[in-house]
T-cell receptor, first 113, second 114 residues
């Protein structure tokens, strides 16, 4: 079964700092990769996704993620965070031929104004 | 476009009591999912429906959990009887049938079993 690892569950940083959240998955075949975000009091929503093509994908609100196949990674980045980026971020993987999304445990990110 | 609707948003019950959660997916979405999210964890799939057919229920604890989607639209997830360990957020999501990797989530129902 595929698994997804996210480290540094709690991240606290100041506004304008750069953010990088790691995501590693265990499946060796073709994968679709996602980052979801859950803002306080809101539901899970898609931040960005990778299916194929350019391994650097850009999402909403200035976020981007890079797929590195050799490292089984799909790390999320934002060069300069804002207080409104305070949220929980989940990496998810959908493996080829499998209709399931496997989620990581999430990263709780707090941005201090 | 209306999103996935879930009710209730919060539920507190005593152990051994039954509880039910309701979900109405996005209009036109054939596929419906129920997830459970424990504190500090990511969502875990309980069951997936394609229209009214449960096509993936291997993660559903069938001794106490049941679900239905009778007309292929809204769905109900039931727990009977509830146990303390069932305290979690229950999420519903939906997607178009052939885009099951693009799922849209509802706000969830936070269940507390005392």
């Amino acid at each position: 079964a595929q698994s997804v690892s996210q480290h540094n569950h709690h991240v606290i940083l100041s506004e304008a700092a750069s953010l990088e959240l790691g995501c590693n998955y265990s499946y060796g075949g073709t994968v679709n990769l996602f980052w979801y975000v859950q803002y306080p009091g809101q539901h899970l929503q898609l931040l960005l996704k990778y299916f194929s093509g350019d391994p650097l994908v850009k999402g909403i609100k200035g976020f981007e993620a890079e797929f590195i196949k050799s490292k089984f990674s799909f790390n999320l980045r934002k060069p300069s965070v804002q207080w409104s980026d305070t949220a929980e971020y989940f990496c998810a993987v959908n493996a080829d031929g499998n209709n399931r999304l496997a989620f990581g445990k999430g990263n709780q990110v707090v941005v201090i104004p | 476009e209306a999103g996935v609707v879930q009710s209730p948003r919060y539920k507190i019950i005593e152990k051994k009591q039954p509880v039910a959660f309701w979900c109405n997916p996005i209009s036109g979405h054939n596929t419906l999912y129920w997830y459970r999210q424990n504190l500090g964890q990511g969502p875990e799939l309980l069951i997936r429906y394609e229209n009214e057919e449960a096509v993936d229920d291997s993660q559903l604890p069938k001794d106490r959990f049941s679900a239905e989607r009778l007309k292929g639209v809204d769905s109900t997830l039931k727990i009977q009887p509830a146990e303390l360990g069932d305290s979690a957020v229950y999420l519903c999501a939906s997607s178009l049938r052939f885009r099951s990797y693009e799922q849209y989530f509802g706000p969830g129902t936070r269940l507390t079993v005392t």
